[in-house]
């Protein structure tokens, strides 16, 4: 079962691997949003003389498997932040990611880049019958960083979402969702076309400092460069250990269904995507030929198609019981970087080697963040925002990190069912 992504894309130009010896401005490691974002700003600026290498193929990693959602904030929840940034720097960096979100439909349109981008929003449907759960969220929204998510009664909901599992919704505007493969593929296309060098199949096998530049060692080349911006997320293995024991591999899962046709509205009369208020959170969408992609959970394992679309059909089905009969036709997985903190770790190491990881299951935006900070600073615009030093390059403890990240995510699912026992049963209608 091949990715949905993968499987309805063409891919117009094959990027040769590289070989031979170059020197270069910036060489940019890792050819997901993350780095393709800091080559096209990077180019936007004038910067010439930019090089991304990328082992696989552009979008291989996260970037080209995700759940398309494009909204505002970052890993970190936006309480969280406010209490670890207070009120002046969280709305900084929250700013940043609505302002990468105008940014990405400014792209879509400027280069232009046929995505599949569907402008309707975002609904945070509530699992618990906890309306103050959603009047909080809302709160915070509005009085922290200024942005107004609309509420949806559980009623109006439940004519756009054909499922009783939901007790009212906040919708949040300014957010969209796309066909996140085809968007890569776009600004890949556009900063090639801006004099940008790309190489696929050029794995990094070594990084070292050479005086004021760096040397970049892979399988068949070397790169002498004056910048090296490490972009490699949750895939790098042993080029760059300061970035990669900062930083957990952890897998997530996604699958399409058969086109549905006019069955599509039984479950989804919405072009809005969907995700809710548990922890480990169901995330949906519809797609233009009227599949629902759906994802969801969290593992340190990496799993078979097989066994994902088993799982995700359950879920599915806890939601909407209705599509009982309905085919899977594609599932896969991906890998997110995590920071213990949480955040993305964007700046400069003491070695001077850029970075921008950890952008855990929300990178959409905040990849795109991290390449105009990234892009500006390498150009000498300014410097990255002072508030990414809080989130620093926080060692991760390898194997016994990913065993503390799954126990996390099995206690917070745990208290999610608790939480969710408590809620009356509906009557039967
Ligand atoms: C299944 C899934 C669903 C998600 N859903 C959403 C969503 O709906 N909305 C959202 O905002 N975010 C979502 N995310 C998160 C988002 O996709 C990521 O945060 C983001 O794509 C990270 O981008 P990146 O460029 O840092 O990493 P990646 O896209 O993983 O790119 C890293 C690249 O570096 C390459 N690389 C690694 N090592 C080397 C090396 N040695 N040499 C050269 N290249 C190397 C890899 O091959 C890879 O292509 C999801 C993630 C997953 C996995």
Not at 212 to 230: E, K, W
């Amino acid at each position: 079962m091949q990715s949905f992504y993968e499987a309805t894309v063409s891919r117009p130009s094959v990027h040769a691997p590289f070989d031979g010896r170059r020197s270069v401005n910036v060489c940019i490691i890792g050819g997901g949003l993350a780095g393709l974002s800091t080559a096209l700003g990077l180019a936007e600026r004038g910067v010439t003389d930019v090089t991304v290498l990328e082992a696989q193929q552009v979008g291989f990693g996260a970037s080209g498997r995700n759940g398309g959602f494009v909204f505002g904030g970052y890993s970190l929840d936006c309480a969280d932040l406010l209490k670890t940034l207070g009120p002046v720097h969280a709305r900084e960096l929250y700013t940043l990611t609505t302002d990468a979100v105008d940014l990405m439909r400014q792209r879509i349109q400027r280069y232009p880049i046929d995505c599949d981008a569907t402008d309707a929003g975002v609904i945070l449907a509530n699992w618990f019958d906890e309306p103050a759960r959603l009047d909080a969220q809302r709160r915070l929204m509005r009085d922290g960083f200024g942005v107004d998510w609309e509420p949806v009664a559980a009623s109006q909901l439940a004519s756009q979402l054909k499922t009783d599992r939901y007790y009212g919704g906040l919708f949040e505007r300014n957010a969209f969702h796309f066909h996140p493969l085809k968007y890569v593929l776009g600004v890949a296309a556009a900063a090639a076309r801006a004099g940008v060098r790309i190489h696929e199949q050029s794995p990094v096998v070594r990084l070292q400092r050479d005086g004021a530049g760096f040397v970049v060692h892979t399988p068949h080349g070397v790169l002498d460069a004056q910048h090296v911006v490490m972009a490699g997320g949750g895939y790098a293995r042993k080029v760059y250990a300061k970035v990669e024991r900062a930083v957990l591999p952890i897998a997530t899962y996604v699958m399409a269904t058969e086109p549905l046709g006019a069955r599509l509205s039984d479950a989804l009369d919405t072009r809005a995507a969907v995700y809710d208020t548990r922890f480990a959170f169901d995330y949906y969408r519809p797609l233009p030929d009227t599949r629902i992609l759906w994802g969801g959970r969290i593992s340190v394992r990496d799993r078979a198609p097989d066994t994902i679309a088993r799982l995700l059909r359950r879920d599915l089905l806890k939601v909407y019981p209705q599509l009982r009969d309905v085919r899977i036709e594609h599932a896969w997985g991906g890998l997110m970087s995590y920071a213990r903190h949480k955040m993305p770790q964007i700046g400069r190491s003491v070695d001077g080697v850029w970075y921008a990881v950890g952008f855990g299951g929300h990178g959409m935006a905040p990849t795109t963040v991290s390449g105009e900070l990234l892009a500006a600073a390498i150009a000498g615009e300014r410097p990255v925002p002072d508030a990414f030093a809080t989130f620093g390059l926080t060692p991760t403890f390898g194997a016994l990190g990913l065993a503390a990240a799954q126990l996390t995510y099995t206690a917070m699912q745990t208290r999610d069912a608790l939480a969710e026992r408590r809620r009356p049963t509906r009557p039967a209608s």
